[in-house]
């Protein structure tokens, strides 16, 4: 495995990898697949701040990235994070890899939050970012509906321990 920079020519992989999450219905509330273009998707993200991981072949195996948590200069260092792996990659280190090396990266730009919205029942991930130093901060009840039910998400958080 090799964890890359990934641009916008990753972009049909991202959005393979993104459309299986959407799929499980325990990955996002988004719920079309007919997702926007790579250069919008990249638009929204921290520039070199998203990355992907490939196996020895080329093949993407999964992706993380950091979306600026508010537009107030106030927040500069707090990001939302995000961290995809494919189905056929999963139970094999690439979720922590990659989030380990998200996490060094956030660090090195300077980031001194980085937070994300799991869904309860994805306990996998839950245990991946607890295992990255994440804290569970609450759940939000009911913050959003997914295809008609109300769900709830587990907000966590990381603080730099350079800050």
Request: aromatic share 8%.
């Amino acid at each position: 495995m090799k964890i890359l920079k990934a641009t916008a020519t990753d972009w049909a992989d991202i959005r393979r990898i993104y459309i299986q999450g959407i799929r499980t219905g325990n990955a996002t509330f988004e719920t079309e697949t007919d997702i926007p273009d790579g250069d919008v998707w990249f638009a929204g993200k921290l520039p070199g701040l998203v990355f992907k991981v490939v196996a020895e072949g080329g093949e993407m195996l999964g992706w993380a990235a950091l979306a600026p948590a508010s537009k107030r200069r106030a927040y500069a260092g707090v990001a939302e994070l995000s961290v995809y792996v494919a189905e056929e990659a999963q139970g094999q280190g690439v979720g922590s890899a990659l989030l380990a090396h998200l996490v060094q990266a956030a660090e090195d730009a300077g980031i001194w939050t980085l937070q994300t919205s799991i869904f309860p029942e994805n306990e996998a991930s839950i245990r991946l970012h607890r295992r990255a130093g994440f804290r569970i901060v609450g759940t939000r009840q009911r913050i959003a509906r997914l295809n008609g039910v109300w769900r709830d998400t587990v907000l966590m958080e990381r603080r730099s321990d350079r800050i």
